[in-house]
């Protein structure tokens, strides 16, 4: 099993997981982070530490968001590791929460 | 944005972590029982779990009883291929309706909210005790500190609730160095503990070893520069998943070791029982090697020949005797002697500790003692060198030995005695070597068993009533 980024951190980006993560476990795209499901090791750190709630174990992962978690092994292998803190997107308040943002997610 | 305080690390450790590299690590961990119930388990594992074994623990799900919301379920590939052959380890690793039977044990057993100054840290004996992750990468079913991994809430020193979080670097370096500052003001003793000065570190959890090298290194070069001398490295993972101790791990140590070459570090790890690191024929039997002593599982042998290599490095194993684990004298003795072959020191034997459910997995104390005893019989000096404890609240305890003859004279020995020794106080150095001399209890599991026939205490150890575990004190 692994945590999943799910849909809600497109266009937010927060990036507070990652300095919670005890692996190094997430990789960095221009408007989304993944976790690397073969390096996580379930510890639910960064469940909490999500100011928006976009992290799911895979158990608890809606099902309307099922195909994350695909998306966040392929993305992994693809994007580079993120292990500091960095600014949210800018305009992360206002895409909290917005439905059906997949579309907007960029390679 | 983060809330946490910054640790600038100095200038020689940024030097040390800029050729630090992280490694990838496929565990191929199944974490709970759903991926079993679902069969989304790899298909080697379908039958790891019977139906039935699945369906009592499926019964118990959201009950007071519910086994995992006790300890959650969690597994290695390479702890699978070594449990599917071994009834011991299968006990060891898999979920079972009777460890919640009976719920009665301590929410914060060995009360560590007492010795926690500060979040993740525990200050007893000499030494600091630090929680760095929360997780192993397979877990105990015994584990001892199943509030942390479970993240229970718990009653803390101060009234509020709480579960227990992990040390931070900035804090705990600023602790380290406030009390060793007092120390040293105070003719190298604290005046109110008479603890020397902090120069050892465990670090624990959890299983510092699935930090990835990155954040191992920041805390040994963060620990180094704060005047820590020997680092602890508290792991199972040499069982659970010994491919972690790759090139790039050692790469790392190498380097630490270059940039801080008076620093120790002391890898504690734990094997339970000779199955986890030898191999085994077709019959279930050990290899003999015609060089010499058993043949070990291979990614296990290279691992533990690649720590005991470095001159910098010690390695002592410690585990606790489980019920239905490792109770076997002959087991243990062939643990004892290969580990010691292996360069690996037998440092402790545990008794059960008083976790919520240890009814399950606790031998009494005399068994242990027993069992201590009986598998050191043959062995060298050198082999037997463990000794078995028991953790008091006051601090780390041996059970030193167990009469079958009474004590002409002395009333309540007319079965023998259990002779107990304060090994380290946790709250202050001054109690160390103290003793207590208990009339047999064969039932006993924890010290509330010899209250009502303690003979001679100058421990204190019975002082305080442990019936009620429970207590914050």
């Not at chain 2, 259990?418 to 003793?435: E, M, P, S, T, Y």
Request: hydrophobic share 35%; charged share 30%.
């Amino acid at each position: 099993m692994a945590f999943i980024v799910g849909e809600n951190c497109i266009k937010c980006k927060h990036t507070s997981c990652v300095e919670v993560c005890p692996v190094n476990c997430f990789y960095e795209g221009p408007n989304f982070l993944v976790i690397n499901p073969d390096e996580c090791i379930d510890c639910a750190e960064c469940v909490p530490a999500c100011p928006i709630g976009a992290i799911y174990s895979e158990d608890d992962l809606p099902e309307d968001q099922e195909q994350f978690l695909d998306l966040n092994a392929e993305l992994a292998d693809i994007w580079p590791q993120i292990t500091e803190v960095k600014k949210a997107l800018p305009d992360a308040d206002e895409w909290d929460g917005v439905e059906d943002k997949l579309k907007y997610l960029e390679r | 944005m983060s809330i946490l305080k910054k640790y600038q690390p100095t200038e020689k450790a940024q030097a040390f972590l800029d050729k630090v590299e992280n490694a990838k690590y496929d565990r191929g961990i199944i974490t709970g029982l759903k991926k079993y119930i679902d069969k989304k388990v790899p298909e080697d594992m379908q039958g790891f779990y019977s139906e039935e074994e699945l369906q009592v623990l499926i019964d118990l799900k959201n009950t007071d009883h519910d086994i995992e919301a006790r300890m959650p379920v969690k597994i290695t590939n390479h702890y699978f291929q070594i449990a599917k052959n071994s009834k011991a380890i299968q006990t060891l690793v898999k979920a079972s309706p009777k460890e919640t039977f009976d719920l009665d044990g301590a929410p914060d057993p060995g009360n560590q909210m007492s010795y926690s100054p500060i979040e993740g840290l525990i200050h007893k004996y000499e030494l600091g005790l630090i929680y760095v992750i929360n997780t192993c990468s397979a877990h105990c079913r015994f584990c001892y500190r199943e509030e942390l991994i479970a993240k229970k809430e718990i009653l803390r020193e101060d009234g509020t609730i709480a579960s227990k979080g992990l040390a931070k670097i900035p804090e705990l370096v600023d602790y380290i160095q406030e009390h060793n500052r007092i120390v040293e003001e105070n003719g190298g003793k604290h005046p109110e503990t008479n603890r020397e000065k902090l120069r050892e570190i465990l670090m624990s959890g959890g299983d510092a070893m699935v930090l990835a090298n990155k954040n191992l290194a920041g805390w040994f070069s963060a620990l180094a520069d704060a005047g820590i001398e020997s680092i602890r490295l508290g792991t199972k993972e040499l069982a659970f998943y010994p491919d972690r101790f790759d090139r790039t791990f050692f790469n790392m140590t190498d380097d630490f070791h270059a940039a801080y070459p008076e620093v120790q570090l002391r890898v504690m790890v734990h094997f339970n029982h000779p199955d986890e690191f030898l191999q085994k024929d077709s019959n279930g039997d050990y290899i003999e090697n015609p060089e010499g002593g058993l043949v070990w599982i291979e990614s296990t042998k290279r691992a533990v020949k690649e720590l005991a290599d470095r001159k910098y490095i010690t390695i002592e194993n410690q585990a606790p005797f489980i019920k239905g684990i490792n109770e076997n004298p002959d087991e243990i003795r062939i643990m004892q002697r290969e580990l010691k072959r292996n360069r690996i020191n037998n440092h402790y034997f545990f008794c059960g500790r008083d976790i919520i459910g240890h009814k399950a997995f606790n031998l009494t104390i005399e068994d242990a003692w027993k069992l201590l005893n009986d598998s050191q019989k043959g062995l060298s000096g050198v082999e037997a060198s463990a000794r078995l404890s028991i953790t008091h609240y006051l601090g780390k305890t041996e059970v030193v030995a167990v009469t079958n003859e009474p004590m002409p004279g002395v009333p309540g020995t007319e079965n023998g005695v259990v002779i107990f020794k304060l090994l380290r106080g946790a709250a202050d150095a001054n109690n160390k070597g103290q003793v207590a001399i208990v009339g047999r209890n064969p039932e006993a599991i924890w010290f509330s068993g010899y209250e009502d026939r303690v003979i001679f205490d100058e421990a204190g150890l019975f002082k305080e009533s442990m019936k009620t575990t429970s207590r914050v004190s």
